[in-house]
């Protein structure tokens, strides 16, 4: 199986810019298709971005223009670039993997694996 571990988070002002990684270790990560997630104090945990082992990418609307989602299968990583960032965007983040197709990138049912989080802070 597969070990997730994201780092990168902090806290930036409004507007400003992360970048999120998601290292792998135990398997490569190529093989699987990654989503990040975020979940925010009292709200349930919803989808971010997601990248398939292909490097096509789908978006939530609420990230649609502001982040990026990307892969380097030579460092066994996955990253999440944040731009333009708003206080709604506060939250931790998790990323995930799967091996097996995924019928709906939104479900976090659907991944298998996760990460320990890291957390984002936007101050207005």
Do not use: M
Not at 14 to 28: D, I, P
Request: charged share 15%; net charge positive; with cysteine.
């Amino acid at each position: 199986q597969v070990q997730l571990i994201e780092s990168g988070g902090g806290l930036v002002q409004a507007g400003g810019s992360l970048r999120l990684s998601c290292a792998a270790s135990g398997r490569t990560l190529s093989g699987y298709t990654v989503g990040w997630f975020r979940q925010a104090p009292g709200k349930e945990r919803e989808f971010a971005a997601g990248i398939n082992r292909s490097g096509a990418t789908y978006y939530a609307d609420s990230v649609k223009g502001r982040f990026t989602i990307s892969r380097d299968n030579t460092k066994n990583t996955a990253y999440l670039h944040l731009n333009g960032l708003k206080p709604e965007d506060t939250a931790v983040y998790y990323c995930a993997a799967v091996s097996r197709p995924l019928y709906s990138w939104y479900q976090a049912s659907g991944y298998d694996y996760w990460g320990q989080g890291t957390q984002v802070t936007v101050s207005s």
